[in-house]
């Protein structure tokens, strides 16, 4: 009996404020959910192995490892051109790329952006797969309307600067009239 209580001994490692009986509880429950979720992969790997469908699920891991590593979103050019697809490009003159790459990671679009310089103000090229045109053009529709609600919207320090001159007029226009009623009397 002893022996077997020495072979199944399990060290937790905790890091706590105070150690209580309830963190001592919880930490030994998922310890035990941990090991018991092992063994029914271990169990479920031998009856694969057992059925011949190990070879399928390393497959299937594999695929999910590879899709995992390809790149989404904002790319380098050689890492959009290394899939092998035709690429397009679409010019944008504007300045603030940052929103056109929400809008892409909302897409699920893969580009490259390279910045001209020749030109003022800098213009942006947008590279992307030839796969993506119907996609592309979604985002884009999406991108200017987004650009164009901002430019009909005024900006923030402009609606301050015109309330501070409200409130200057304002003010001017109470020191007059407290002036005017102590000359009357």
Do not use: W
């Amino acid at each position: 009996m002893q022996e077997e209580v020495n072979e199944k001994t399990i060290s937790l490692c905790v890091q706590c404020s105070r150690m209580t009986a309830c963190v001592l509880k919880a930490v030994m429950r998922k310890s035990l959910n941990d090991l018991d979720r092992k063994k029914q992969k271990h169990d479920q790997v031998k009856q694969a192995e057992k059925n011949g469908q190990a070879n399928e699920k390393g497959r299937r891991k594999e695929q999910l490892r590879q899709e995992k590593k390809t790149p989404k979103g904002k790319q380098t050019m050689q890492n959009l051109m290394a899939k092998g697809a035709q690429l397009t490009n679409i010019l944008i003159t504007d300045d603030n790329i940052k929103s056109f790459d929400r809008i892409a990671r909302k897409y699920g679009i893969d580009y490259s952006l390279k910045r001209d310089n020749s030109v003022t103000p800098p213009k942006y090229l947008v590279f992307f797969r030839a796969k993506d045109v119907d996609v592309m053009t979604a985002a884009f529709r999406e991108y200017t309307g987004v650009t164009m609600n901002k430019a009909k919207k005024p900006s923030v320090r402009k609606k301050l600067q015109q309330t501070i001159q409200r409130l200057a007029k304002h003010r001017e226009r109470i020191k007059t009239r407290q002036k005017d009623r102590g000359q009357e009397r």
